[in-house]
């Protein structure tokens, strides 16, 4: 079984800025989709943004334009880089890792992280 390392999250005020961190082992055989998806109590989780193996992107529409996914395959980690933050964006985000595309369109990824708490405030 592997198991994502998620990090980086935390308290801040809107409009600021969080990066967090997803530690992937076994980069080459599960990294074909990484992914980041986020979950409001009491919701399903939902997915924000999306990165394959030749760097193509996606993101949803709320956070188009403020959060960015990236990825460093030397380290082993993907990246969700978080700007103007608002206070809506309060949830937990988990990354996520898929060989294909359609468990990760379906929100269910092969791999998960643990999970790191994002909370905004005004």
């Known amino acids: 079984q592997v198991q994502l390392v998620d990090s980086g999250g935390g308290s801040v005020l809107a409009v600021g800025a969080l990066r967090l961190s997803c530690q992937v082992p076994?980069?080459?055989?599960?990294?074909?989709?990484m992914c980041w998806f986020r979950q409001f109590p009491g919701k399903e989780r939902e997915g924000v943004a999306f990165i394959d193996s030749i760097g193509s992107i996606r993101y949803s529409d709320s956070v188009k334009g403020r959060f960015t996914i990236s990825q460093d395959k030397a380290k082993s980690t993907v990246y969700l880089q978080m700007n103007s933050l608002k206070v809506e964006d309060t949830a937990m985000y988990y990354c996520?890792?898929?060989?294909?595309?359609?468990?990760?369109?379906?929100?269910?990824?092969?791999?998960w992280g643990q999970g790191t708490q994002v909370t905004v405030s005004s």
């Open positions: 996520g890792a898929a060989q294909f595309w359609s468990p990760v369109l379906s929100g269910q990824p092969d791999y």
């Open positions: 076994r980069w080459s055989h599960i990294t074909h989709y």
